[in-house]
Protein backbone atom coordinates (compact mmCIF):
# COMPACT_ATOMS: atom_id res chain seq x y z
CA UNK A 1 0.00 0.00 0.00
CA UNK A 2 2.07 2.90 -1.12
CA UNK A 3 2.05 6.34 0.46
CA UNK A 4 3.03 9.44 0.62
CA UNK A 5 4.98 9.93 3.97
CA UNK A 6 6.20 13.20 5.90
CA UNK A 7 8.31 13.94 9.08
CA UNK A 8 7.97 15.37 11.73
CA UNK A 9 3.97 14.89 12.16
CA UNK A 10 4.58 17.77 14.65
CA UNK A 11 6.94 20.37 15.40
CA UNK A 12 6.89 23.41 18.08
CA UNK A 13 9.67 25.90 17.53
CA UNK A 14 10.21 29.26 18.69
CA UNK A 15 10.24 32.33 16.36
CA UNK A 16 13.37 32.62 14.55
CA UNK A 17 14.27 29.04 14.84
CA UNK A 18 14.54 27.15 11.00
CA UNK A 19 11.90 24.43 9.95
CA UNK A 20 12.40 21.54 7.79
CA UNK A 21 9.63 19.36 6.80
CA UNK A 22 10.43 16.24 4.41
CA UNK A 23 8.24 14.06 2.22
CA UNK A 24 9.05 10.85 0.71
CA UNK A 25 6.56 11.02 -2.09
CA UNK A 26 5.11 7.76 -3.91
CA UNK A 27 7.88 5.60 -6.05
CA UNK A 28 6.81 5.98 -9.45
CA UNK A 29 5.22 9.73 -8.96
CA UNK A 30 6.54 12.52 -10.96
CA UNK A 31 4.84 15.70 -9.60
CA UNK A 32 5.14 16.97 -5.97
CA UNK A 33 3.18 19.12 -4.14
CA UNK A 34 3.26 21.19 -0.75
CA UNK A 35 0.06 22.84 0.53
CA UNK A 36 -0.90 24.83 3.76
CA UNK A 37 -4.00 24.30 5.75
CA UNK A 38 -5.04 27.07 7.42
CA UNK A 39 -8.52 27.84 8.96
CA UNK A 40 -9.33 31.33 7.13
CA UNK A 41 -7.78 30.14 3.70
CA UNK A 42 -8.28 26.35 3.89
CA UNK A 43 -5.76 24.34 1.53
CA UNK A 44 -2.64 26.41 -0.14
CA UNK A 45 -0.60 25.77 -2.70
CA UNK A 46 3.29 26.47 -1.92
CA UNK A 47 4.58 25.51 -4.48
CA UNK A 48 5.15 22.11 -7.29
CA UNK A 49 7.75 20.36 -8.83
CA UNK A 50 7.83 17.91 -11.38
CA UNK A 51 10.29 15.69 -12.10
CA UNK A 52 12.27 17.17 -9.51
CA UNK A 53 12.09 20.66 -11.40
CA UNK A 54 10.31 23.68 -10.01
CA UNK A 55 6.88 24.19 -12.20
CA UNK A 56 5.41 27.15 -9.65
CA UNK A 57 5.91 28.98 -6.76
CA UNK A 58 4.24 31.62 -6.94
CA UNK A 59 1.93 30.70 -3.45
CA UNK A 60 5.21 30.97 -1.57
CA UNK A 61 6.65 33.58 0.31
CA UNK A 62 9.68 33.41 -1.24
CA UNK A 63 11.84 35.68 2.15
CA UNK A 64 11.51 32.90 4.15
CA UNK A 65 10.52 29.92 2.48
CA UNK A 66 12.41 27.66 0.39
CA UNK A 67 10.92 24.00 -1.51
CA UNK A 68 13.44 21.59 -2.96
CA UNK A 69 13.82 17.98 -4.41
CA UNK A 70 17.13 16.71 -3.77
CA UNK A 71 16.17 13.29 -5.47
CA UNK A 72 13.18 11.59 -6.47
CA UNK A 73 12.44 10.31 -2.90
CA UNK A 74 12.70 13.67 -1.07
CA UNK A 75 10.71 16.98 -0.70
CA UNK A 76 12.12 19.17 1.56
CA UNK A 77 9.83 22.74 2.30
CA UNK A 78 12.22 24.94 5.31
CA UNK A 79 11.63 28.07 6.76
CA UNK A 80 14.11 30.09 7.83
CA UNK A 81 13.57 32.11 10.05
CA UNK A 82 10.17 30.90 10.84
CA UNK A 83 7.08 33.51 12.93
CA UNK A 84 4.03 32.82 14.70
CA UNK A 85 1.62 33.28 11.23
CA UNK A 86 3.53 30.14 10.01
CA UNK A 87 2.00 28.04 12.16
CA UNK A 88 -0.98 25.74 10.16
CA UNK A 89 -0.41 22.35 9.24
CA UNK A 90 1.44 21.55 5.76
CA UNK A 91 0.79 18.32 3.69
CA UNK A 92 3.11 16.96 0.78
CA UNK A 93 1.13 15.06 -1.95
CA UNK A 94 1.92 13.29 -5.38
CA UNK A 95 0.91 12.28 -8.43
CA UNK A 96 1.73 11.44 -11.87
CA UNK A 97 0.82 13.49 -14.56
CA UNK A 98 1.44 13.04 -18.24
CA UNK A 99 -0.51 14.47 -20.98
CA UNK A 100 -3.93 13.42 -19.28
CA UNK A 101 -4.62 14.41 -15.26
CA UNK A 102 -4.05 12.19 -12.06
CA UNK A 103 -5.23 12.08 -8.26
CA UNK A 104 -3.12 13.56 -6.12
CA UNK A 105 -2.40 11.56 -3.06
CA UNK A 106 -1.64 13.67 -0.09
CA UNK A 107 0.93 12.91 3.12
CA UNK A 108 -0.66 13.19 6.51
CA UNK A 109 0.78 16.56 7.01
CA UNK A 110 3.44 17.95 9.20
CA UNK A 111 1.68 20.63 12.10
CA UNK A 112 3.94 23.12 12.54
CA UNK A 113 3.72 25.86 16.00
CA UNK A 114 5.56 28.67 16.04
CA UNK A 115 5.71 30.11 19.25
CA UNK B 1 -9.60 36.76 -3.28
CA UNK B 2 -11.09 32.93 -2.73
CA UNK B 3 -11.76 31.93 -5.87
CA UNK B 4 -13.53 28.39 -4.62
CA UNK B 5 -16.05 28.90 -1.44
CA UNK B 6 -17.67 26.91 0.58
CA UNK B 7 -19.96 28.65 2.35
CA UNK B 8 -20.97 26.41 4.84
CA UNK B 9 -18.43 25.79 8.01
CA UNK B 10 -20.23 22.51 8.84
CA UNK B 11 -23.23 20.61 8.55
CA UNK B 12 -24.99 18.09 10.30
CA UNK B 13 -27.25 15.47 9.04
CA UNK B 14 -29.71 12.25 10.44
CA UNK B 15 -27.85 9.50 9.56
CA UNK B 16 -30.03 7.53 6.57
CA UNK B 17 -30.57 10.83 4.89
CA UNK B 18 -29.09 13.16 2.25
CA UNK B 19 -26.42 14.77 2.87
CA UNK B 20 -25.85 17.94 0.18
CA UNK B 21 -22.58 20.04 0.42
CA UNK B 22 -22.16 22.82 -1.92
CA UNK B 23 -19.23 24.90 -3.36
CA UNK B 24 -18.95 28.12 -5.94
CA UNK B 25 -16.00 29.44 -7.96
CA UNK B 26 -15.80 32.77 -10.05
CA UNK B 27 -12.85 31.65 -11.92
CA UNK B 28 -14.46 30.73 -15.79
CA UNK B 29 -11.25 29.46 -16.94
CA UNK B 30 -11.52 26.19 -14.03
CA UNK B 31 -12.73 23.11 -16.12
CA UNK B 32 -11.99 20.15 -13.87
CA UNK B 33 -13.79 19.66 -10.31
CA UNK B 34 -12.88 17.43 -7.25
CA UNK B 35 -13.98 16.61 -3.79
CA UNK B 36 -11.33 15.51 -1.10
CA UNK B 37 -12.39 14.34 2.27
CA UNK B 38 -10.08 14.59 5.07
CA UNK B 39 -10.28 12.73 8.57
CA UNK B 40 -8.26 14.10 11.67
CA UNK B 41 -5.00 13.46 11.78
CA UNK B 42 -5.10 12.51 7.80
CA UNK B 43 -4.22 14.02 4.84
CA UNK B 44 -7.18 14.85 2.34
CA UNK B 45 -8.33 11.80 -0.11
CA UNK B 46 -9.88 11.98 -3.00
CA UNK B 47 -13.67 11.47 -3.49
CA UNK B 48 -15.00 12.09 -6.75
CA UNK B 49 -14.30 14.59 -9.92
CA UNK B 50 -16.21 15.97 -12.63
CA UNK B 51 -14.88 17.83 -15.66
CA UNK B 52 -16.77 20.47 -17.05
CA UNK B 53 -18.27 18.20 -20.31
CA UNK B 54 -20.91 16.79 -17.87
CA UNK B 55 -22.93 18.01 -15.66
CA UNK B 56 -23.42 14.79 -13.04
CA UNK B 57 -21.20 11.70 -11.80
CA UNK B 58 -22.10 9.27 -9.53
CA UNK B 59 -19.46 6.79 -7.62
CA UNK B 60 -21.92 4.66 -5.41
CA UNK B 61 -23.71 6.84 -2.32
CA UNK B 62 -21.29 10.08 -3.77
CA UNK B 63 -23.04 11.86 -6.93
CA UNK B 64 -21.62 15.57 -7.68
CA UNK B 65 -23.51 17.75 -9.19
CA UNK B 66 -21.90 20.67 -11.78
CA UNK B 67 -23.85 23.82 -12.99
CA UNK B 68 -21.65 25.58 -15.05
CA UNK B 69 -23.91 28.66 -15.87
CA UNK B 70 -24.47 29.25 -12.13
CA UNK B 71 -20.32 28.40 -11.46
CA UNK B 72 -21.87 26.00 -8.46
CA UNK B 73 -21.13 22.47 -7.51
CA UNK B 74 -22.26 20.11 -5.12
CA UNK B 75 -21.89 17.10 -3.30
CA UNK B 76 -24.44 15.02 -2.30
CA UNK B 77 -24.61 11.70 -0.20
CA UNK B 78 -27.44 9.13 -0.03
CA UNK B 79 -27.77 7.56 2.58
CA UNK B 80 -25.53 9.19 4.83
CA UNK B 81 -23.59 6.74 7.19
CA UNK B 82 -21.12 7.69 10.43
CA UNK B 83 -18.43 6.60 8.40
CA UNK B 84 -18.96 10.07 6.28
CA UNK B 85 -18.09 12.24 8.84
CA UNK B 86 -15.09 14.29 8.06
CA UNK B 87 -14.61 17.90 6.17
CA UNK B 88 -14.71 18.04 2.94
CA UNK B 89 -12.78 20.16 0.50
CA UNK B 90 -14.14 21.26 -2.77
CA UNK B 91 -10.88 21.92 -5.59
CA UNK B 92 -10.81 22.80 -9.26
CA UNK B 93 -8.24 23.35 -11.53
CA UNK B 94 -8.13 24.67 -15.41
CA UNK B 95 -6.71 26.87 -18.09
CA UNK B 96 -3.12 26.64 -18.60
CA UNK B 97 -2.33 24.40 -15.63
CA UNK B 98 -4.41 21.55 -16.71
CA UNK B 99 -5.76 19.73 -13.83
CA UNK B 100 -2.88 19.50 -11.73
CA UNK B 101 -2.68 22.71 -9.97
CA UNK B 102 -5.55 22.43 -7.69
CA UNK B 103 -7.22 25.30 -6.09
CA UNK B 104 -9.21 24.20 -3.01
CA UNK B 105 -12.04 26.13 -1.02
CA UNK B 106 -11.91 26.14 2.72
CA UNK B 107 -13.73 22.88 3.82
CA UNK B 108 -17.23 22.08 5.15
CA UNK B 109 -17.18 19.49 8.49
CA UNK B 110 -19.96 17.38 7.56
CA UNK B 111 -21.33 15.52 10.93
CA UNK B 112 -23.72 12.29 10.65
CA UNK B 113 -25.62 12.06 13.84
CA UNK B 114 -26.74 8.11 14.66
Known amino acids: DARVTQTPRHKVTEMGQEVTMRCQPI?????VFWYRQTMMQGLELLAY????????DSGMPKDRFSAEMPDATLATLKIQPSEPRDSAVYFC?????????????FGPGTRLTVL | DQQVKQNSPSLSVQEGRISILNCDYT??????FLWYKKYPAEGPTFLISISSIKDKNEDGRFTVFLNKSAKHLSLHIVPSQPGDSAVYFC?????????????FGTGTRLTIIP
Open chain 1, 27 to 31: LGHNT
Open chain 2, 91 to 103: AASGGIFGNEKLT
Open chain 2, 27 to 32: NSMFDY
Open chain 1, 49 to 56: FRNRAPLD
Open chain 1, 93 to 105: ASGFFATGGDTQY
